[in-house]
């Protein structure tokens, strides 16, 4: 059965009852009791008639006649007037026509004299009374349907509502809390900073080195979620710094960038964790094998470039923080960024990443820059 058919049986199924039912009524029952029984193209076609005058009027003519208020009156009066009118003259029509083909019988004097049209308008004010009766039941069913779902999304306005007081509650604690831990761990690192600058002043320096990345990581999340490169090439040096002074000698490790990408805005600790990756994952001890970062412009495009041999000393990686970098460049600047990294056949971890200017500038005017 076609779909748009189903659905309007489905939807009509209990007019579709009704009607039959109205319909047996008055063509079996008052048939059996008057003894009288007409032709089924005479109940059809008048009929026909009946149902169209219901449903026109409660669907067409009372819509538009109380849509709005002033003048709906007379409006209902004129349409009422028309429509017992046009019911009389079609009925009176349809009877002609099937005198005419025989199926009333042709010694029948039909004509529009005051009982036929007594009886018609009858018939007509009595199923528009009913048709009246339903538009205002579907007009009460769809203002209580309205009603229902009104005060359906107003509970769920106030769910909405708690859940997000209870979120920002959460959100306002976890901000306290992340003002006293960093207050705590800064206050901390200037006191042993203290104690220990005289004693070991390599040591004091590297609490300070360590405590303006520590600044720099935790304020990130400030930044508008850009920074300039420049600022983020400060603590990579400071990052070496920290590493070299760890391991006591020289780290093979060239830092390579262009002066002409240094005020360049873009989303924070992408090259500090390349950076970081190089030191934890790469060998940075074999002279003749240099670990490289180097971020250039290139074609109207940011090229960052990563390549370091891999550790002998395998440490566990689950390149959390390279899928981090994806997933917020992706966010930042689209699908359509370069983000690839591969394991050669000499062992050397590559990355090679690059982000078109126009995304960049886009961006930052975007953050308010």
Request: aromatic letters at 12%; a positive charge.
């Amino acid at each position: 059965m076609n779909t748009k058919l189903r659905n309007w049986l489905n939807t009509y199924r209990l007019h579709i009852v009704l009607w039959a039912l109205f319909i047996f009524y008055e063509c079996i029952i008052v048939g059996l009791v008057t003894g009288e029984f007409g032709h089924p193209l005479t109940y059809a076609g008048h009929y026909f008639i009946i149902v169209s005058l219901f449903y026109v009027h409660a669907k067409l003519s009372l819509p538009w006649a109380v849509k709005k208020k002033k003048g709906a009156f007379i409006k209902i009066f004129g349409v009422v007037v028309i429509e017992i009118l046009t019911f009389i003259l079609v009925s009176f029509a349809l009877d002609k026509l099937l005198v005419f083909v025989n199926v009333l019988p042709g010694t029948t004097r039909l004509s529009l004299n005051y009982l036929y049209v007594l009886r018609t308008l009858y018939r007509s004010i009595y199923f528009m009374g009913f048709s009246t009766g339903y538009y205002y039941l579907m007009t009460y069913n769809n203002e209580k349907r309205k009603t229902a779902e009104l005060e359906k999304q107003k509970l769920n306005a106030i769910i909405l509502a708690e859940k997000a007081e209870k979120e920002l509650m959460k959100a306002q604690n976890a901000y306290l809390k992340a003002q006293i831990n960093p207050h705590f761990l800064f206050n901390t690192l200037d006191f042993i900073y203290h104690h220990v600058m005289s004693s070991s002043p390599p040591a004091a320096e590297a609490i300070i080195v360590l405590s303006e990345m520590m600044r720099y990581a935790i304020d990130s999340d400030k930044m508008d979620d850009f920074i300039l490169v420049r600022d983020e090439i400060e603590q990579i040096e400071n990052l070496r710094y920290l590493n070299q002074l760890r391991k006591e000698k020289p780290l093979c490790i060239r830092l390579n960038f262009d002066e002409n990408i240094k005020e360049i805005q873009m989303v924070p600790l992408v090259l500090l964790t390349l950076a970081e990756n190089i030191f934890k994952h790469g060998n940075l001890v074999d002279e003749e094998d240099y670990a490289e970062l180097k971020v250039l412009l290139e074609n109207n495009n940011l090229k960052i470039y990563s390549d370091n041999l891999i550790s002998l000393q395998k440490t566990i990686s689950h390149q959390t923080g390279l899928q981090n970098i994806e997933k917020r460049l992706k966010y930042a600047y689209g699908n359509n960024i370069m983000f690839n990294h591969y394991v050669d056949s000499s062992n050397h971890f590559r990355m090679r990443i690059a982000i078109p200017i126009e995304k960049l500038q886009r961006h930052a005017l975007k953050a308010g820059v």
